[in-house]
């Protein structure tokens, strides 16, 4: 059964750092990228970037490069989000979903991970 | 980049009717279009991709069409389960944007 199972919830302060994880199993983790997809309370679903977890080739939505880091370990089945300085506006669910077919629609998604960013 | 735009925002109908949701590309895609729906407080889900291909056990109420730059999605006859937001997304490049959302509520 292909499974993403996600870290857990997560309370920070504004200008922490964080990382979260996604950790595949139930299919070989390199043959199939990740993304990431945002979904800010009350709001709609915005697509962050996606890895390659077989070179860790990453691409990033114009609207999220330079501000969250995604990256992989594909030793341990995992792929990561994260941020080297966390803003309220971070607040968020955050998942991570398995891409079909190198670049297809994402046809597994993990059950998310509430990061709350509050002072 | 290319935009998905979606309509309507909302909408309510009763059970039993025919529901139609509309997603249009700023530029055109081919049929690299999925559906996902998401139930409150749930993670999405894959209905559609290809345009117009059923994922495995959606229910066949369910159906996609389009190419190009316009595409739909039709629920035949609307169950209270379909009570969901439904977003489509491209992937015909490396950006996987999606649509807004269209919210779908019981009459």
């Known amino acids: 059964e292909v499974q993403l199972v996600q870290s857990g919830a997560e309370v920070k302060k504004p200008g922490e750092s964080l990382r979260i994880s996604c950790k595949g199993s139930g299919y070989s983790f390199t043959s199939y990228w990740i993304s990431w997809v945002r979904q800010m309370p009350g709001k709609g679903l915005e697509w962050m970037g996606r890895i390659d977890p077989s070179d860790s080739y990453t691409n990033y939505s114009p609207s999220f490069q330079g501000h969250v880091t995604i990256s992989a370990d594909k030793s341990i089945s995992t792929a990561y989000l994260q941020w080297s300085s966390l803003k309220a506006s971070d607040t968020a669910m955050y998942y991570c979903?398995?891409?079909?077919?190198?670049?297809?629609?994402?046809?597994?998604w993990g059950q998310g991970t509430l990061v709350t960013v509050s002072s | 980049d290319i935009q998905m735009t979606q309509s309507p925002s909302s909408l309510s109908a009763s059970v039993g009717d025919r529901v139609t949701i509309t997603c249009r590309a700023s530029?055109?895609?081919?049929?690299?279009l999925a559906w996902y729906q998401q139930k409150p407080g749930k993670v999405p889900k894959l209905l559609i991709y290809?345009?117009?291909t059923l994922q495995s056990g959606v229910p066949s109420r369910f159906s996609g069409s389009g190419s190009g730059t316009d595409f739909t999605l039709t629920i035949s006859s609307l169950q209270p389960e379909d009570v969901a937001t439904y977003y489509c997304q491209k992937y015909n490049s490396a950006l996987g944007t999606f649509g807004q959302g269209t919210k779908v509520e019981i009459k």
């Open positions: 290809a345009a117009s």
């Open positions: 530029q055109g895609i081919s049929n690299y």
């Open positions: 979903a398995r891409v079909y077919d190198s670049s297809g629609p994402f046809d597994y």
